[in-house]
Structure formats: structure tokens, C-alpha cells
């Protein structure tokens, strides 16, 4: 492992007595988009001195990892140097390494923490875990570097759903997330919220609870049954307002799928209902456009989904909230269309059994566009608002919706 020069942590603790952080959050700004790129991404300030690093937001999974020179044994193009670690590695004991393993989980070495992790698309991550400082600023005012706990990945293989970025920012509900690190240290309450664009700048992902109204927030309490995702209550499906007879399905929300996807029963019967919905109206499908395994053209290119969306109608999950009362999340034609370069709307909901998403319906980014989504795991509840999400428009709660 290379070393690398570090300060002081002492003052941090100092400052956040003197500043009593714990009603301030943190606010990243997300760059990227569902189409074309595919991706969203934050930048983090990692290391002392701090240096920038692009990773993909992840409410799916928990460890904050990246790419890291330790040497690189196998390592995609990012667009950063490689991260080099400190010298400070987590030793095998450490509570957050046997977050990450089984109960019978053993070290090969006691003096540092082995990790794995692997995700949906095939791609995966081998590394040890470091401690290293996170430059933060608070909406307070104040700028602050805990030293946080990640992974030092010096073997990754890319997945189908690659991305050229510097490594993943965990924020998933286990003990080694971002977020929960930051709640045992004192700095922000365990909230976790994200805000994409549709248009514009990309948006923005927050840690803390003051960046909201919650009385302005739709909530529906999170499954105890899926601990590692952020899974609702079992919803009904709805199409156009109307039932579609799929009730009790498990529904994951998760930042790091672009796309949304369906059940092959349900991805099948909702396919068959759009498709029959546009019966007699100005769309035939296209399959010649291989952008998604759904498309549509209309009499001329359309430019943005605005001009395609009068022919499709919303579908909605409605999630217990609370006695004979549901939480409707809507999603709007808006969200779950795309427009291809070839000017022809395409269906941005999957088949996910076809991916080994088993018996979980996943909503993804494409649905939560001009949506803030907000992870209470303070109060393990799943909130969601309309929302403008302009980076520049969120600094208290003094914001309008």
C-alpha cells in the first residue's frame, strides 16, 4: 500500500461541538442524464490534500469504493488519476468489515479488511479497506474532513452497464455507508435524499434532514423483509388511474439503475397495455431503433418526451401508508420514456428477470427525475416530493416546490 500524507483529525470532533451540526446536511451536486450518457455522478473531495473524484451515487449497495493504486491489478478508464490510499488500513475486527462479511467470515491477514462486492449487471469490486479524510461542507457554513471508512479497489471487472467513473458512492442502509458512518461520528442525522434533472445540470444528492418540508413529503413506511434495499411496502400497479390487478409486489428504489424494471409477467402485460393503448393513434413501433428494445415513431422525429407524452398515460405504485390509506407514486409518461437520436420514443421500463433481478420490480432514475426522493432511516420511511431539482435553489427549507 502507498502512503500518503494526512492531518490531524482532532478538530473535528471540536468543531462539531462548537457547531451543532447534527440539524445541517450535506449536499453534492449530480452531473449526467438517463439518455444519452446514462449515467449520473457526484464529485467527492477524497485524501489530504483533497482531490476531486467522480463516482456513481448507489442507494443499492453500501460501500463507498474507488479505484485505487495499490497497485491496480485490474482497473476500467476513469476520469481521474487512480485514487491512492492512505496507510491507514482497517483491521479485520473492525466492526465495518464484518458489516461486509458472514458471521463466519475468517481473515487471512488480521491486519487489514478484505472486501468484495458484486453487483446486478456482473460488474464487482476487490479491494481492502482504508481510512481516509472526506472534505464535506455543511449547509451550515461549515467545511469539515471526518475520516471515513472505504474500500481501496485494486480488482474491478466491468459490468454490462459500465461507466467510465472513479468508483461508487455507497448509500445503501448497512453499517458501512456513507451516511451511517457520518450518524455515528454525529455529523448529520441518517437521511439520504437525491433530486435528478431532467434537464439542466444533473441535481443533486443530500445527506440530513433539513433540505425538506416533511410535511410536503408523500411517505410510505420502508419493508422490514428487504433489508438491503430501500424496498416499500408491497404496491399495486396502476395504468391510466386503473388497477391492473398485479397487487403485493416488492418494489426496490435504486439510484444506480438508470432504467426502470418490471417482472417478465408484469414487463409483458404493461408492454401489451401501452401497445394497445396506441392503437389508433400517430405511433407505429420501430424496431429498427435499437436504443431500447421498445420504440416508436411518430409522423416526424420528436425532439423531447414533451412532445410524445399526450399518447401514453401514467403508471403509478400505490405503497401502504398507513391504515386503508395508500402513497401514490406517479410516474408520468415523462418517466419512463426516452427519446432516441433517431427522434423515436423509447420505452425506458425493462424486463428485469431477463438480468437476474429475480421477484423485485426496480424503480430507477428514469422515474425519479423531477422527483426529490428522500431514505429516512432515521424514521425508516421512504418519502417523495415533486420537485425543481436546480442544484442552485436548495440551501435551507425555505425552498418552493
Known sequence: MSSSSSSSSGGTAALLSAT?????????PVYGNVYPDGFYFVQVYLGYPPRPYFLDPDTGSDLTWLQCDAPCVRCTEGFHPLYRPSNDLVVCKDPLCASLHSSDYTCDNPEQCDYEVEYADGGSSLGVLVNDFFTLNLTAGVRMSP???????????????DHPLDGVLGLGKGKSSIV??????????????????????????????DLYDSSRVTWTPMSHEHNNHYAAGLAELRFGGRSTGFKNLNVVFDSGSSYTYFTSHIYQAVVSMITKDLNGKPLTAEPEDQTLPMCWKGKKPFRTTRDVKKYFKTLAFAFPNGWRSKASFDVTPEGYLVVSSKGNACLGILNGTSVGLENFNVIGDISMQDKMVIYDNEKQMIGWTAANCDQQRYRSKSFSL
Open 20 to 28: 451543532n451540526t447534527f440539524g445541517s446536511s450535506i449536499m453534492l
Open 180 to 209: 451511517s458512518q457520518l450518524r455515528d461520528q454525529g455529523v448529520v442525522k441518517n437521511v439520504i435524499g437525491h433530486c435528478l434533472s431532467r434537464v439542466g445540470k444533473g441535481g443533486f444528492v443530500f445527506f440530513g434532514d
Open 147 to 161: 475520516r471515513l471508512t472505504i474500500g481501496c479497489g485494486y480488482d474491478q471487472l466491468a459490468g454490462s452497464s
